[in-house]
């Protein structure tokens, strides 16, 4: 079976800080993995997904997510926080069905 | 090209009663599935269409179903509704079957008083 376990339900950084966003998965096969953010009233948007390949993948605004298998984890960062990046951040697996984490609602100080 | 539509946005109904909501998927996208976003229980999958059948379904009674038109439009309909089935439902659409990304429409709030 695929979860994902988002660790920390809220974020908090200050503007030019660093944003970590920690997701953990668990998948018997080997996984797609994405992250999703979503605006207030708004869909899920793609920010970047790793399929296989490079480990490193680069998303929009700036994300990126590191694919490490021995730790089972796919962590989300961005060097340097914008007041626009407030919003709540979906890690997910994929297989038969794409399953989501609860999510991490990431706030930033001015 | 057009994202995922979602019609209605806002939707108030009363307990007992049932509802349709519609997805339009992104043109040339087959499967379409769909999703309750709760601030409770979070993302959870409904199910899943392709060329007309459904190909997966998540852990819900089956006052919730679905269908998938020719076209990949797809409706969803809830029957005897029940307060808590207030929520956001998501809809999401890819090119084929697989483990590809979705591409999400801005979803129908759904609101059971």
Redo the contacts between chains.
């Keep these: 079976a695929q979860s994902v376990t988002q660790l920390g339900s809220h974020v908090s950084v200050s503007e030019g800080a660093l944003v970590l966003l920690r997701c953990n998965y668990s998948s018997s096969v080997p996984p797609y993995l994405f992250w999703y953010v979503q605006y207030p009233n708004q869909g899920l948007q793609l920010l970047l997904k790793y399929t296989t390949g490079a480990t490193l993948v680069k998303g929009i605004n700036g994300f990126e997510a590191e694919f490490k298998k021995s730790e089972t984890s796919f962590h989300l960062t961005k060097p340097s926080a914008h007041m626009s990046d407030a919003a709540e951040y979906f890690c997910a697996v994929s297989y038969h069905d794409m399953r989501f984490g609860a999510g991490t609602r990431l706030t930033v100080k001015p | 090209k057009a994202g ?1 539509t979602q019609t209605p946005r806002y939707l108030i109904k009363t307990r007992g009663q049932q509802v349709t909501l519609s997805c339009s998927p992104i043109s040339g996208h087959r499967s379409v ?1 769909w ?1 309750q976003q709760t601030p409770g229980q ?2 959870q ?1 409904l199910f ?1 269409y392709f060329s007309e059948t459904q190909r ?1 379904k ?1 852990n819900f009674p089956g006052r919730f179903s679905g269908r998938q038109f020719s076209n990949s439009r797809s409706e969803m309909n809830v029957s005897t509704l029940e307060l808590g089935d207030s929520a956001l439902y ?1 809809c ?1 659409s890819t090119p084929d079957r697989g ?9 129908t ?1 759904l609101t059971v008083t």
């Design positions: 995922v599935s999703y979070g993302l999958f899943e997966n998540g998501l999401a483990r590809n990304e979705q591409y999400f429409g801005p979803g709030r």
